[in-house]
């Protein structure tokens, strides 16, 4: 069974400067997905970014970042020039190219102060 | 594009009663997954569903839950004689076809059992 472990059940960052989260997975699987979702305190699940394992390359969107080192099963969450707007739940998943469940982390919970 | 609706968004009920829970995909969406969330914990699969199939339910409790996605109106989820441990956030998600397309998600049902 595929594990996603996050590490770091809390984080605070100032305003405008860079947090980077943390997510580790286990699977004997070559070709996967991994994805980064925000909770906010509305409770929605919003998809942030998402990596193929088989593209070396880190997804990039707009301030979001991964550091994708599939060797280590390591996904990290890079949130640059951080906003009030992203204090949320962070929610690293990871799904096969088999599968379609998510198999979730128990997130990390960002504090943004001003 | 109206995205993956849930409703309701807050249900209440009495112990040993009923609670269904409503989820309509995003519009091309064929593929609905259920996702349990208890408090402080990530997501949970439940059960994946294709029109009219169940095409995996290793993630649904053996008693009391079942779910349905028939040909035509919303997928269900449903809890026969709920119990207090029920208590949690529910969340549909909805994907067209494609493998590598993700998994969009709805504000969820918060289900409480009095």
Partial sequence: AQTVTQSQPEMSVQEAETVTLSCTYDTSESDYYLFWYKQPPSRQMILVIRQEAYKQQNATENRFSVNFQKAAKSFSLKISDSQLGDAAMYFCAYHSNSGYALNFGKGTSLLVTP | ?114
Avoid at chain 2, 34 to 51: A, N, T
Avoid at chain 2, 86 to 103: E, I, M, T
């Fill in chain 2, 1 to 114: 594009n109206a995205g993956v609706m849930q409703n309701p968004r807050h249900l209440v009920r009495r112990r040993g009663q009923e609670a269904r829970l409503r989820c309509s995909p995003m519009k091309g969406h064929s593929h609905v997954y259920w996702y349990r969330q208890l408090p402080e914990e990530g997501l949970k699969f439940m059960v994946y569903l294709q029109k009219e199939n169940i095409i995996d339910e290793s993630g649904m409790p053996k008693e009391r839950f079942s779910a349905e996605f028939p040909k035509e109106g919303p997928s269900i989820l449903r809890i026969q004689q709920v119990v207090r441990g029920d208590s949690a956030a529910y969340f549909c998600a909805s994907s067209p076809p494609d493998r590598d397309q993700p998994q969009h998600f709805g504000d969820g049902t918060r289900l409480s059992i009095l």
